[in-house]
């Protein structure tokens, strides 16, 4: 924690962890089995929209700051002036050869590391960030952070409901499989968010102007100087042994092709399914 | 802390979280027991079963009956809710003691939430969302493959030098193993120091849903899923008529959901749930990578779709190529005329597969 104290500070102070991703939809593996990723599209994950959204809503409302921070090659500067475009404050780039190949435990270190620095300056308060990237699906990398920095572990997050800088409390409701639960948390608390938590607004044209001149701070190695042994592939525990492409399933009989009538379509299929009652175990 | 300090729990097992909320236990625990066991003899290893929670030692010979050789029991008031800290906190502590080899979680809201704090804290690799799990054969390593990029890719991970070897699986996919009750086995009660602060999260209230009473799609024997090709909310009924025909459910593909038509819960794919019904039918659904990795393990699957080039019937065990606001009322004319008999009455908790 920094020199300051929250009881000095007015002011709510928020990590937006941004991912860039490729368009999922469009990935290919190549003959020697290795992923084609030149000249795929590139976007920010859409969850982290959600969560930069958030950010700076709550912002709004509390007064603070939000900070963009994301970890990727040089081009990942143009995914933090997007977060910029909406309304972030600043933006920072973790960016080293160093870091290539990390998997969730390595990049939830890294990234840990990167906000504790920039704890040292204004405490942390919040970070959000989205319930999983698009690439991944791991959804491991903010609880990663969230263990690491001893914050309020909050998952799929829904709604944020009150945010009380006071008694340093936030309430939320998750997003679970039977039903939301509503749970408050101490400060400073990670939040991974839902889509439905909010609508991204659209970026104000001064605002995109602005973004399009804005060079986000660089965190390399040689500040952050991180334990080379936990870092990159090397750090990684887990390995990629292969990857391929998902096999078709041999199926596909054509039982009704366009030319039949509707009615002779149908019958054949409740044939198929009275056959399947009759040798139904479970009928 | 000394490592195996109970000659009960031997050290590189293979454990199993058995995930339960208010002393029900989420299927993902029994699917999890099945592999767990095949790991087990291929490694020669035992298969460890962790449960905690509040009051849930009474749940032992039920874990038993799945297959577990051992069980692990924290039972405490502070664990009665799942919460991330405590729980991780009692894993991590575990896994510490005791230096298991693999350690599978279902990949649930409560199992994805939980793996993470738990990787972290041990530094160790963890890998989401497996859909197949198996021993490599020379180096004994455990391949854990699952899709990423949204279904388009397939991925092997290993985690050669870090234990334990740490999963969390898609439920559903895995086949639930047969039950065999009267089993038992030694149960080790363990109690965990949680610190100062207990938790700094505290639940205050929960909403269950609506519908949460109610069969979910994960359970229908006939799950009849619909797609974009529906056109429009007015034309529901139809598919709804059809699935009570079959004694069925219905759910739909992403568009559908994200038009309103259906309710979140019942969506069938990468981002909603995972089934594997006996009879699946698809009107009107493409056949996207996206939703085809959410119903692909379905027994039966009968496709209903006006593109002959789509690619749902690539996969359909049996296609119809036509509009589904004609052919779908046809079969549930057809399926009056003849009175068929349901396939089955909607079930409401756990399945067993046992083919």
Known sequence: MGILSHNEVEIINIIVCIKQVPDTTQVRISQEGTLIREGIPTVVNPHDLHAAEAAISLKEVYGGQVTALTMGPMGARDALREVIALGADDAILISDRAYAGSDTLATSYILAAAIARLGNNLPVDLVICGKQSIDGDTAQVGPGIAHRLGLSQLTYVQKIRELDPERRTIVVERRLEKGVEVVEGRLPALLTVEKNINEVRYAPLPNLIHATKFKPTVFNQDNLDLDQTRIGLKGSPTKVRKIFAPPPAARGEIIAGPELAPSEAARALVDRLTALNLESSHA | ?355
């Open chain 2, 1 to 355: 802390m000394p490592k195996t300090a109970n000659k009960d729990i031997p050290a590189q097992a293979v454990w199993v979280f058995i995930e339960q909320e208010q002393g029900v236990i989420h299927s993902v625990s029994w699917e999890l027991l099945g592999v767990a066991a095949t790991l087990a003899v291929e490694l020669g290893a035992s298969v460890v079963a962790v449960i905690i929670g509040h009051d849930v030692s009474r749940l032992t010979p039920e874990i038993f009956s799945y297959g577990a050789e051992a069980v692990l029991v924290v039972d405490d008031p502070i664990l009665e809710h799942y919460r991330a800290h405590p729980y991780s906190t009692a894993l991590s502590t575990l896994i510490r003691k005791y230096d298991p080899s693999i350690f599978l979680l279902g990949a649930t809201t409560i199992g994805r939430d939980l793996a993470s704090p738990v990787a972290t804290e041990i530094g160790t690799g963890l890998t989401a969302d497996c859909t197949q799990l198996e021993i490599e054969p020379k180096s004994g390593l455990l391949r854990q493959t699952r899709p990423a990029f949204g279904g388009n890719i397939m991925a092997t991970i290993i985690c050669p030098d870090h234990r334990p070897q740490m999963a969390t699986v898609r439920p559903r996919v895995l086949a639930i193993p047969a039950v065999r009750p009267g089993l038992t086995g030694p149960i080790v009660h363990e109690t965990i120091e949680f610190g100062a602060e207990q938790s700094p999260t505290k639940i205050l209230d929960f909403i269950a849903d609506a519908n949460a009473d109610q069969a979910h799609i994960e359970q229908a024997e006939v799950l009849v899923c619909v797609g974009r090709g529906l056109g429009s909310a007015d034309n529901l009924p139809l598919l709804q008529e059809l699935a009570s025909l079959l004694g069925g459910q219905i759910g739909g593909s992403r568009p559908v959901i994200e038009k309103g038509w259906l309710p979140a819960s019942c969506q069938v794919g990468q981002t909603g749930k995972t089934v594997r019904p006996t009879v699946y039918i698809a009107a009107g659904i493409s056949g996207a990578i996206q939703h085809v990795v959410g119903m692909k393990e379905s027994d039966t699957i009968i496709a209903i779709n006006s593109d002959p080039e789509a690619p749902i019937f690539a996969i359909a065990d049996y296609g119809v190529v036509g509009d589904l606001l004609e052919i779908v009322p046809a079969m549930v004319e057809e399926l009056k005329q003849r009175q068929i008999r349901p396939l089955s009455a909607p079930v409401i908790g756990g399945r067993q597969h046992d083919h």
